[in-house]
């Protein structure tokens, strides 16, 4: 059975830094591009990050884009989030979640973590 | 980036009733659009990939159609566990949400 669960989230005052962790397993982690996938309260759904199979891409929003760095680590079977210079803005549930490609649709999601950034 | 706009915002819907949920790119994205159906405190679950291909698993009377910069999923027969908040996607050039619809039972 295919699993992704997220750890990590918390309350962090703005401009701190928080990383999450998301541990996958009952599939083949390595052959999965993996994401980030953020829900502000009673939002939307707003892709955050993606990294390809191997570690050597990845992409961001601008929303992100030099605050926030995906990694992961394959003989682990784990993705993280490194986010820094956290905003109030980025107050919200953090699910990862797994493609196969770039053009293949999210087909398995964690059950997020929340993310809460206030003094 | 591509833009997507969802429609309706809301929607509510009659036991058996046939509902329709549209999503418009603002540019072709070749059938690269995913729809996704969240439960209250549940993360979303996959439904339609690839425009029209029903995910495994999913009930026959979800449906997907469309091309280019329109597409659409129809509820064939509503049904009460079919409430819920949709969403489409587009993966054809990054990922990209749209503003999702809240599906409630009449």
């Known amino acids: 059975e295919v699993q992704l669960v997220e750890s990590g989230g918390g309350l962090v005052q703005p401009g701190r830094s928080l990383k999450l962790s998301c541990a996958a397993s009952?599939?083949?982690?390595?052959?999965?591009?993996m994401a980030w996938v953020r829900q502000a309260p009673k939002k939307g759904l707003e892709w955050v990050a993606t990294i390809s199979t191997s570690g050597s891409r990845t992409y961001y929003p601008d929303s992100v884009k030099g605050r926030f760095t995906i990694s992961r680590d394959n003989a682990k079977s784990s993705l993280y989030l490194q986010m820094n210079s956290l905003k109030s803005e980025d107050t919200a549930t953090y699910y990862c979640?797994?493609?196969?490609?770039?053009?293949?649709?999210?087909?398995?999601w964690g059950q997020g973590v929340m993310v809460t950034v206030s003094s | 980036d591509i833009q997507m706009t969802q429609s309706p915002a809301s929607l509510s819907a009659s036991l058996g009733e046939t509902i329709s949920i549209e999503c418009l790119a603002s540019?072709?994205?070749?059938?690269?659009l995913a729809w996704y159906q969240q439960k209250p405190g549940k993360s979303p679950q996959l439904l339609i990939y690839?425009?029209?291909s029903l995910q495994a698993g999913v009930p026959s009377r979800f449906s997907g159609s469309g091309s280019g910069t329109q597409y659409s999923l129809k509820i064939s027969s509503m049904q009460p566990e079919d409430e819920g908040d949709y969403f489409c996607q587009q993966s054809y050039k990054f990922w990209t949400f749209g503003g999702g619809t809240k599906l409630e039972l009449k």
């Open positions: 690839g425009a029209n």
């Open positions: 540019e072709g994205i070749s059938s690269y």
């Open positions: 979640a797994r493609h196969m490609y770039t053009t293949d649709p999210f087909d398995y």
């Open positions: 009952g599939f083949t982690f390595s052959n999965y591009y």
